[in-house]
């Protein structure tokens, strides 16, 4: 669909209105791409790379109780700029650092959740940082079994990530305590189970 007009020597010319509105429409929608990832950064990575450690998770898991949480149509959009920094980030150690990144933080909304007394939801998202965890812990192995890794840097990740295994598997055992039905208590022995066995993967690299 377009409009018709003629040229200095009766030339038609078209002009795609579709196309023009088009372009537009994806020039918005990568603004709005761009205002999405740089305004909803998340504060958790360092200057160094890597993640704040679990013990921040109890307190922000306060503080994400006033934000959109898990469960929420709003939630979807930090998930696709989750997504969006991983495909922007091609270096190994920097994804590594964020994997782990979005582990804390998707624990510290679990516990939120849980504060909300959603035991399911907070399974479900505490489910979804292990698997983060698992992510982190696949590359520090490839990483070493490469042979080309930088050694400092990569056992200063392995010791982080050892560290939040732990105090994931902490909190798992506290939302295990606390929800009492059965069906969560298979979930969260799952779970923990996973946890441990990232444990044993990543002390091996220590």
């Known amino acids: ?35 999405l990832f740089t305004t909803m950064r998340s504060p958790g990575l360092r200057v160094t790379g890597v993640p704040y450690r679990m013990e921040e998770a109890r307190p922000l898991a306060k503080m994400f109780a006033k934000e959109v949480l898990p469960g929420s149509p709003v939630y979807g959009m930090y998930m696709v700029r989750d997504r969006i920094r991983l495909i922007f980030t091609p270096d190994i150690y920097k994804r590594t650092a964020l994997f782990q990144e979005y582990s804390v933080y998707r624990m510290g909304r679990a516990m939120a959740v849980f504060l909300n007394g959603e035991c399911s939801l907070a399974i479900s998202t505490a489910s979804k940082a292990q698997v983060y965890l698992g992510r982190a812990v696949e590359n520090v192995t490839k990483l070493k079994q490469s042979g080309g890794a930088d050694t400092a840097l990569l056992r200063e990740q392995a010791v982080s990530l050892y560290g939040t295994l732990l105090e994931h598997e902490s909190l798992l055992h506290e939302l295990r305590e606390r929800c009492g039905n059965q069906q969560d208590t298979m979930r969260l022995d799952s779970l923990i189970e996973y946890n441990r066995s990232l444990q044993q993967s990543i002390h091996g690299e220590l």
Not at 14 to 25: E, P, R, T
Not at 27 to 32: H, V
């Open 1 to 35: 669909m377009g409009t018709r007009t003629y040229g200095l020597y009766g030339q038609p010319i078209v002009k795609n209105i579709s196309l023009s509105y088009a372009l537009c429409a994806g020039l918005l929608l990568s603004a709005a791409f761009l205002i």
